[in-house]
């Protein structure tokens, strides 16, 4: 608690606007055990604020009720919408409650207490320096701390979560180091709610994906869970990817064609070579650093042209992807070798399979790395407007969102 009192005086909420009305929506599903606790923190943490806390609740037992026992004795006004139907799950109860919110400015949090309300403050106070739309609380950025995702594997499935959403949406999402966060403030008066078609957990993405946004971010420490149980499930996984697919496929699916064409290619030069004679490794170097050249130019053109102004120069943005092509290759090649030796399958076949696996890799690797916005420093920015050093990792991660989807893209 004293940690975020700490950083609270940090950031300047003494001088935040606390006249500012705001609504702390929250998203429930059979949380009735944590209401009260959550109200009690929210309303000592909002103290002096023109505040409200909405519950929508998509709950089987008797957490609306919860709510309504604990409204009548709470500090601030606290209110409790219950759906019959659960329609676009959580991220369907969040947009709810933006409709339904007295205040403009809302604040989304989870109701399992994960999600620490003592930091609704340190929220307010960094939208109230006026730029940004939207400012989320990350596990990921300096000071934050993930030990509430509690096993390697959820911190695993959560940052190949984060690799793959910001490969995919590296412009929208340049400033965000956790778009996968439930914790975040927004600015109601910068949403076409009308757009929003959401789909599971992923309520941030949905928003960042199809509104133009000014990101900040505050560290979080993902806590434990005090009551109930996790909704995260196998299930909620194949929500995200087919809601990641339908919000953004647009880029990957052309860096995916120009692939295939590559691949053909690859695999005809190969075709043509060992049926003249030429070693099948021979045969494999040659269409593999041909097709690795035309791929580039065919990138250039067709995928990644309205990123090439913010890039890198093209000199070292073709250095960088050559690069990174020819140490896959001198990887894939043996690996190819190893399946024509061992498992006695076709060349062509065994070419065939490692493209397959080494497109993901240079799709990536282009998103983040290749055609990466380069960071400019504007006049008058403050040290504080320079977005936090990272680790090697979390550049990497940075890196990986090329494009943003654009209204009727899909």
Same mark, same amino acid.
């Given at each position: @608690? ?10 300047? &909420?003494?001088?935040?606007?606390? +006249?500012? *009305? ?25 103290? $002096? ?26 500090? &601030? ?36 207490? /994960? ?5 609704? *403050? ?19 950025? $300096? ?12 911190? +695993? ?21 956790? *778009? ?18 959401? /789909? ?51 880029? @990957? ?14 695999? +005809? ?15 494999? %170097?040659? $269409?593999?650093? %041909? ?64 493209? &397959? ?16 916005? /380069? ?7 403050? *040290? ?9 990792? /979390?550049?990497? &991660? ?13």
């Amino acid at each position: @608690m004293e940690r975020w009192r700490a950083h609270a005086l940090r950031v300047g &909420i003494e001088g935040a606007d606390v +006249g500012t *009305p705001v609504t702390v929506i929250v998203p429930t599903f059979n949380e009735r055990d944590n209401v009260a606790e959550l109200v009690a923190r929210s309303a000592a943490a909002l103290a $002096g604020y023109d505040a409200e806390i909405l519950f929508v609740d998509d709950s089987t037992d008797d957490t609306a009720s919860e709510v309504e026992r604990v409204a009548a004795d709470a500090a &601030i006004p606290v209110r409790v919408i219950h759906r019959a139907e659960n329609t676009g799950g959580l991220g369907g109860a969040v947009v709810v409650g933006l409709e339904a919110a007295a205040a403009d400015i809302c604040i989304v949090m989870d109701g399992d207490l /994960q999600h620490p309300p003592e930091l609704l *403050p340190v929220l307010m106070a960094r939208h109230g320096e006026g730029d940004a739309d939207v400012v989320a609380a990350s596990r990921y950025v $300096g000071g934050g701390d993930t030990s509430g995702l509690g096993t390697a594997v959820r911190f +695993g499935v959560s940052r190949v979560a984060t690799w793959l959403t910001r490969a995919m949406f590296p412009i929208r999402l340049a400033r965000s180091t956790d *778009p996968m966060t439930g914790f975040f403030l927004v600015d109601r008066r910068r949403l076409d709610l009308s757009v929003l078609k959401p /789909q599971g957990f992923k309520i941030l993405l949905e928003i960042l994906a199809r509104n133009d946004l000014r990101i900040a971010e505050v560290p979080m420490e993902f806590a434990e869970r005090r009551h109930g149980t996790s909704k995260a499930s196998l299930r909620q996984g194949a929500t995200f990817i087919a809601h990641l697919a339908r919000l953004r496929f647009g880029k @990957m699916s052309l860096f995916a064609l120009i692939g295939a064409i590559g691949a053909a290619a690859n695999l +005809g030069i190969m075709w043509a070579l060992t049926a003249s004679g030429v070693p099948y490794i021979w045969a494999a %170097v040659i $269409g593999a650093e %041909v097709t690795i050249i035309g791929n580039f130019l065919l990138q250039e053109r067709f995928v990644f042209a309205d990123m090439r102004t913010d890039a890198r120069a093209l000199g070292i943005r073709f250095a960088s992807s050559f690069a990174f092509n020819n140490v896959e290759a001198a990887l894939r090649i043996p690996v190819m070798a190893l399946m024509v030796e061992s498992w006695h399958i076709s060349s062509v076949l065994a070419t065939g399979l490692s493209l &397959i696996v080494a497109f993901f890799a240079r799709f990536l690797f282009h998103s983040l790395v290749v055609y990466a916005p /380069q960071r400019r420093k504007r006049n008058g920015d403050s *040290p504080a407007a320079e977005p936090p050093t990272d680790t090697a990792a /979390q550049r990497v &991660i940075r890196a990986i969102d090329v494009e943003v989807m654009k209204p009727g893209e899909l």
